[in-house]
Structures are given as C-alpha cells and as structure tokens.
C-alpha cells in the first residue's frame, strides 16, 4: 500500500468518525489525518519524532493511529475479507503520561515476558460476552525512553479476542518492540 493510499484511508475513518477514543471511553481525544511508517514489515511509532519505537507488524495487518492531546494511541489488526465480520484479536498501544487500567471482572492472572532486555508482566484475564469469552491482557511499560526527552512517557499496550492463535501472534508483536533514535 502506498503512503497515499495509507493517508486516503486514514482521512476515511476520520471522517466517518471512527475514533479510538470513543471506544475507550475517552472524551478528550479529537482524531486527526496521519500515517505510520513502515518499512520492510517494521511499523515506526512516535509523532514528536526520534526516538521511535519499533514493531514488527506482519503482512496482512493494519495500524489506525490518533493523537490525542498529549497521548497517542495506535490499533493493530488483521485486516479482513469480510468487512462485516470482527477481527479474531486487536492490539492497542497508548503513548503518553497518564493511561487507565482496564478493570477486570474475572480472575487475574501474571504472564512473565521479557521486552527490550527487561523482565514485564502481562496482567491477563477474561470477560464473558454472551458469544463466549474475551480473553484481555496488558502492560503498563515505563522508561521505554530511557534517554530523551520523553523519558517519562508511559506505553501501556492491551490484547484483546477471542481467539487465543491471534493473541499470540499479536503479543509476538509486542515482543518485537525495540526503539531507535
């Protein structure tokens, strides 16, 4: 897809008013026209410029970006055939001073992982909807630039589906991140 192409699709959603914040609830994020770089299947993520953080992102999967106010949210997923039908799996990344835990309503459980050379936790649990259940996870990542002016900015990155193959392969993703000045 061309950066043309990506920039017309963007501008689509925008003005059909998809909005992430919407969906997470948030009231204080208007969407606006802008793209990611991606080159040979790594997404480049940051609006203020280097540094980036780096993610592998597969073929076959879209980033839809928006820039809050102060924050910056990206959704990954797969694209699909059918319009009408959900993706499996989707995968949220927050960029800013000031996320919101999600609330559990079942268990909760710790996945040990390890990103960029550091022990994390994944917090995972599931909700029950009336097609089943959704399984969650999510962490809260601090010092992720550890050396720049956005030192203190927090990445807080969630999966969530119903189908554990795709949670898999979009927690990969989230294990491919690395940043670049």
């Not at 061309?2 to 059909?16: A, F, N, Q």
């Not at 008013?17 to 009231?27: E, I, P």
């Not at 059918?82 to 919101?100: E, K, S, V």
């Amino acid at each position: 897809m061309t950066l043309s192409e990506m920039k017309m699709k963007i501008t689509v959603l925008v003005l059909l008013g998809l909005s992430v914040g919407a969906m997470l609830g948030c009231t204080t994020m208007t969407p606006t026209e802008t793209t990611v770089q991606r080159r040979h299947g790594v997404a480049y993520l940051n609006y203020w410029g280097p540094p980036y953080l780096l993610i592998r992102v597969p073929d076959g999967y879209r980033i839809s970006p928006r820039k809050g106010p102060d924050f910056d949210v990206y959704r990954f997923s797969r694209i699909m055939a059918d319009t009408n039908t959900p993706p499996p799996a989707t995968m949220g990344l927050y960029i800013g001073d000031h996320p919101q835990r999600f609330e559990a309503t079942h268990e909760v459980s710790d996945v040990p992982f390890v990103l960029l050379g550091s022990n994390r936790t994944w917090r995972c649990y599931s909700v029950s909807t009336p097609k089943g259940f959704t399984y969650v996870r999510e962490s809260y990542l601090a010092k992720v630039f550890p050396t720049s002016q956005e030192a203190g900015l927090i990445v807080h990155v969630w999966i969530n589906g119903a189908d554990t193959n795709e949670i898999a392969v979009l927690s990969r993703m989230v294990e491919s991140i690395h940043v670049k000045n």
